[in-house]
């Protein structure tokens, strides 16, 4: 039997997403189900029974719209590899029809592997000293990721100290001799500039060498200058890292990699005493390995996926003139800004009036499975393992998608799966921009999404400012149950917009900005569409491993209805757990568990360090476990924030209560892999 929460007013998972709409049969004759099969090996011109199986997903996607409209259809993948050459598009065709299902699954005993990589094989000694092989690849071919024996490789590189390099508007100027080979003899065609801040990490590709300079692309280099936590000047520089890494000049140390896509060569050091033939080394050639994308109009329906492996895709944005300018869990800035300021270094690197007018127009990373425009999809003891961002993104912005539709999903289902060794996060669910927080046709709403008992472990190991489950404007998300471990940053991350989105705007940025409604923004008379979301009973340990901003579990902005709860946090490296960051209001944090003597149990956002304003009030803390008496913010009747009932626990004995929420977070035994 499951465990019920223990939710005032709440009966069970249905109340909570109790606006979830069901399944209409109209079908007027039950006529039996027709189930399909393929095979690695099967024939495209067989029937397509499980006896004379298809080859490929295109031919048994034909056959499923040939039956969808009367039957409830099933596709069995045999096991073995299904190796894409394009992204597999389902569309409104493809779904249940007329009340129907359609169920893509592995064959009993099956473990299918949808993959977007090449196999790479053929290497020969290159510079025997060094111990680098190289091995032929198709010319034009180009990934940021490599996986060596079913691990994330890295790309070549070598970390600089800060106090090395001068910034300056052109890109960094080599200040320290022992770094001068970099501009002299170390060839820069692909090289990048990588940081990582206090909650960012950002890419700058390299131009040119002007002497000891080296010149970055804009307008990366730009937008890598301005707004928050920069590559320049970061919050708390102690923390931070700087690389240039990308360059086959680079390449020194063992399980490294180098890619010269013009050439048609790819340069690797396997580990030491390790013959490359023996190695399983995977080069992915797509970005996105498959799209779930209908219409407004007509949405994809009634689609599931179960028991499928996705693997192997790699976003190629950061590689472009537009690097990596990220701002925070993905979201980042592209193209040339308005009115830019002329040295934003000196005046914009703590956020400026020209940077919070491009708030609006933020972009989201393309996952590599997508999911918009759509109805009633699940995904079922599925593996999203080696993939290169974001392995699923649901209703993201329509920039963000293979099909150019953002947004609209609704009863979407997360279920039993597992996702590991991903250079991304592992969810993303929801959009950043305006249609995203107030939709100008109600049919855009991201609505009833459910993310429970997924193992989540291993993800965001690139792009390591990704949350491994962000959900940001998503009316009645659940995320329940989940096994969060060893991320870099946030386990779950909900809302977004630091309550500039709320009614009434954030009077924080509207006081020190000197007026927030300014071209690119607007202060809006109604909430956003965050609101109603329940985080519940997931554990989370080993998070936070390399930012310090941020909490095990976060919120942004206004959220009415929305309950944390019965969650066990522990191993949290002395950082944040439960964190309400700013505008966040009306949000109840009860029944959790946190683990972590050294770290602030609990945070909210109330006040700027010049403007004492009330930005995130109206939150309760009841009834909650800690060894920890560490809190931030102000928990106070001013702010109306309070703490009721609370448990701080001195000498290491959990009470009965306690320990039952420790034993019952995470995944639940029905959905144990």
């Known amino acids: 039997m499951k465990r019920a929460f223990h939710i005032p007013g709440l009966i069970g998972l249905a109340a909570i997403v109790g606006f979830a709409s069901p399944r ?121 990721q490599l996986w060596v024996n079913d691990h994330l490789a890295s790309v070549a590189s070598i970390e600089m100290p800060r106090a090395a390099v001068e910034f300056t508007r052109r890109g960094i100027t080599i200040k320290d001799a022992k770094y001068d080979y970099l501009t002299a003899s170390v060839q820069t065609q692909r090289m990048e500039l990588v940081a990582t801040g206090f909650f960012t990490k950002r890419i700058a590709p390299v131009q040119s060498v002007s002497g000891h300079t080296l010149v970055m692309k804009q307008p990366a280099w730009d937008n890598n200058l301005w707004g928050y936590d920069t590559i320049e000047k970061p919050y708390h520089p102690e923390l931070s890292h700087l690389y240039l890494a990308n360059s086959l000049g680079l390449l020194s140390k063992p399980d490294e990699w180098y890619l010269d896509p013009a050439k048609g060569k790819l340069y690797l050091r396997p580990p030491d005493g390790i013959d490359p033939a023996s190695l399983n ?215 977004y917009g630091w309550g500039m989105h709320d009614a009434g705007g954030n009077l924080n940025y509207r006081y020190r900005m000197h007026g927030y409604d300014f071209p690119g923004n607007l202060v809006y008379d109604t909430p956003t569409t965050h609101r109603d979301v329940v985080v519940a009973s997931n554990r989370i340990h080993e998070a936070k491993l390399l930012f310090h901003d941020g909490g095990a579990i976060y919120n942004l902005s206004a959220s009415p209805g929305t309950l944390i709860t019965e969650n066990y946090i522990y191993e949290n490296h002395g950082q944040i757990a439960l964190y309400l960051d700013e505008g966040s209001r009306y949000i109840t944090v009860s029944k959790n568990v946190v683990q972590d003597s050294t770290g602030e149990w609990l945070n909210v956002n109330t006040v700027h360090s010049i403007y004492p304003l009330r930005i995130s009030p109206d939150n309760s803390a009841i009834d909650n476990w800690h060894d920890s008496s560490k809190t931030g913010g102000l928990w106070t009747n001013y702010q109306n924030n309070l703490i009721l009932d609370d448990h701080l626990i001195t000498n290491g004995h959990w009470p009965s209560e306690a320990q039952e929420i420790m034993k019952n977070a995470g995944i639940e035994s029905s959905a144990a892999h």
């Open 24 to 144: 209409v049969i109209i079908a007027q004759h039950q006529l039996p189900p027709v189930t399909f099969a393929i095979s690695p090996t099967g024939d495209d011109s067989a029937a397509g029974d499980p006896g004379h199986p298809f080859r490929t997903l295109e031919r048994a996607q034909q056959a499923v719209r040939s039956h969808n409209s009367a039957h409830d259809v099933t596709v069995q993948l045999g096991d073995g590899t299904y190796t894409l050459i394009k992204p597999l598009l389902f569309r409104a065709l493809d779904g249940g029809r007329n009340g129907h299902r359609v169920l893509w699954e592995a064959a009993p005993g099956a473990h299918p592997v949808l993959s977007g990589a090449m196999l790479v094989t053929g290497w020969t000694i290159f510079d025997k000293q060094k111990k680098i092989y190289v091995a032929d690849t198709p010319r034009g071919v180009d990934t940021r």
């Open 281 to 495: 080394v995977e080069l992915p050639r797509l970005s996105v390995l498959m799209s779930v994308g209908g219409t407004l109009v007509l949405p994809v329906r009634d689609l599931a996926f179960r028991g499928i492996r996705f693997s192997y895709t790699t976003w190629l944005g950061p590689s472009t003139n537009q690097g990596y300018a990220s701002q925070q869990s993905g979201s980042f800035l592209t193209g040339v800004a308005r009115d830019y300021p002329a040295d934003p270094i000196a005046t914009c690197a703590q956020g400026c009036p020209a940077f919070e007018s491009m708030r609006n127009q933020w972009s989201q990373m393309a996952a590599a499975v997508q999911v918009s425009a759509a109805e009633r999809i699940t995904f079922r003891d599925d593996v999203f393992a080696h993939l290169g961002q974001y392995a699923l993104g649901i209703g993201n912005d329509a920039d963000a998608m293979f099909t150019g539709i953002g947004l609209s999903t609704g009863d979407v289902e997360v279920t039993g799966n597992e996702f590991i060794d991903d250079a991304g996060g592992a969810i993303l669910a929801g959009g950043v921009r305006r249609d995203a927080h107030h939709p100008r046709d109600p049919r855009q709403t991201n609505r009833a999404l459910i993310v429970r008992s997924n193992r989540i472990s291993h993800v965001s190991e690139d792009y390591a400012d990704n949350s491994a489950i962000l959900s940001t404007y998503v009316l009645g998300a659940a995320i329940l149950h989940n096994d969060i471990s060893f991320v870099p940053y946030d386990a779950i991350d909900i809302g």
